[in-house]
């Protein structure tokens, strides 16, 4: 899969509906993992926590550590990685590098993965930037949260139309995770599309066809252990 690519991965919880497959989009890529972005929101809004600086102790982070535990680690990188959580203020930005949070799951940091909003979201079911069809759970919340503050006071947020808002962290906002799947995931079917993703393959049909290849299913008629 590409970096700005759709793909379709099973969950255990109930964020992605009844089918349990959520949509995620692709935002980069590295040696050892693939790192995504929900196309959606989680389906219950969450404060942000007790200040502006995130940690994983925050408020947010039990509805993302519950959805990062609904993925089966057979697809999900369980190791931590960097996020930039620093500064992103009205006047100068180059401070967002400056700080940085070290965890396996996160949300959208300013400036690395979308210019406006790719999700449009409203509780209106017009959308104008995608087919609402695609989006997880459209209508939770008009805004959603990112790991980057904008001062001491205010929390950056991204609101229906697009643009950056600020916030306390005792609103109650979208919660948009990001996560990292493991890398060599083999996926099937789609185009790649929020309409059509491609679509990971299960666990259990991979295992399957790695013992067909190499010769190590035992038959019905031999008892044989391997």
């Not at 295992?207 to 252990?225: A, K």
């Amino acid at each position: 899969v590409q970096v700005g690519e759709y793909i379709s991965v099973p969950t255990n919880g109930n964020e992605c509906g009844s089918d349990k497959m959520c949509t995620f989009r692709v935002v980069s890529k590295d040696n050892d993992s693939v790192k995504v972005v929900l196309n959606g929101l989680l389906s219950s809004m969450s404060i942000y926590g007790v200040d502006t600086t995130i940690t994983t102790d925050h408020d947010i982070y039990t509805a993302l550590n519950d959805f990062a535990n609904s993925i089966s680690v057979g697809y999900r990188y369980t190791g931590n990685k960097t996020f930039y959580i620093g500064n992103y203020g009205s006047g100068a930005h180059t401070s967002v590098q400056d700080e940085t949070l070290s965890a396996n799951i996160g949300l959208p940091t300013i400036g690395e993965m979308f210019a406006g909003n790719d999700i449009d979201l409203s509780t209106s079911s017009t959308k104008r930037f995608v087919n609402v069809n695609t989006i997880e759970n459209p209508t939770v919340s008009s805004y959603y949260w990112t790991m980057n503050r904008n001062s001491t006071t205010y929390v950056r947020a991204i609101n229906s139309s697009g643009n950056f808002t600020n916030s306390r962290v005792t609103s109650s906002y979208g919660v948009r995770p990001v996560i990292y799947l493991r890398s060599g995931l083999t996926f099937n079917g789609g185009d790649g599309t929020a309409e059509n993703p491609y679509t990971v393959v299960p666990e259990v049909t991979l295992i399957s066809s790695l013992l067909d290849s190499s010769g190590l299913r035992q038959s019905s008629t031999d008892s044989s252990v391997y």
